[in-house]
Nanobody, 124 residues
Framework: QVQLVESGGGLVQAGGSLGISCAAS????????MNWFRQAPGQEREFVAG????????YYADSVKGRFTISRDNAKNTAYLQMNTLQPEDTAVYYC?????????????????WGQGTQVTVSS
């Protein structure tokens, strides 16, 4: 089973940019969809972005479309989320999640393997 470790979170001013990464262990990384979810205080965890096993297909929540970009490098077992034009409402713990289509994607989370999360804070 894959294990995930996020990095790169931090504090950024509104309008700024930040990139976060998700390093995966295991030889099956290339078999999984890779996704980013986030959870703000007092709110439910929500889907942010996802990409297919080969990176050919990408999905975004409407709230981040045009501002965030998901990518992956299967040779490095790493997924990325580049976040531009950040707003205070983007403040949350961001979680990397891996799984199979239909189990862990923009419509499903029951089959996700989760990372520990990384805090992203956007100041106004």
């Amino acid at each position: 089973q894959v294990q995930l470790v996020e990095s790169g979170g931090g504090l950024v001013q509104a309008g700024g940019s930040l990139g976060i990464s998700c390093a995966a262990s295991g030889r099956t990384f290339g078999s999984y969809t890779m996704n980013w979810f986030r959870q703000a205080p007092g709110q439910e965890r929500e889907f942010v972005a996802g990409t297919s096993w080969n990176g050919a297909m990408k999905y975004y929540a409407d709230s981040v479309k045009g501002r965030f970009t998901i990518s992956r490098d299967n040779a490095k077992n790493t997924a990325y989320l580049q976040m531009n034009t950040l707003q205070p409402e983007d403040t949350a713990v961001y979680y990397c999640a891996a799984g199979l289509t239909g189990q862990c994607d923009n419509n499903h989370a029951w089959g996700c393997t989760w990372g520990q999360g990384t805090q992203v804070t956007v100041s106004s």
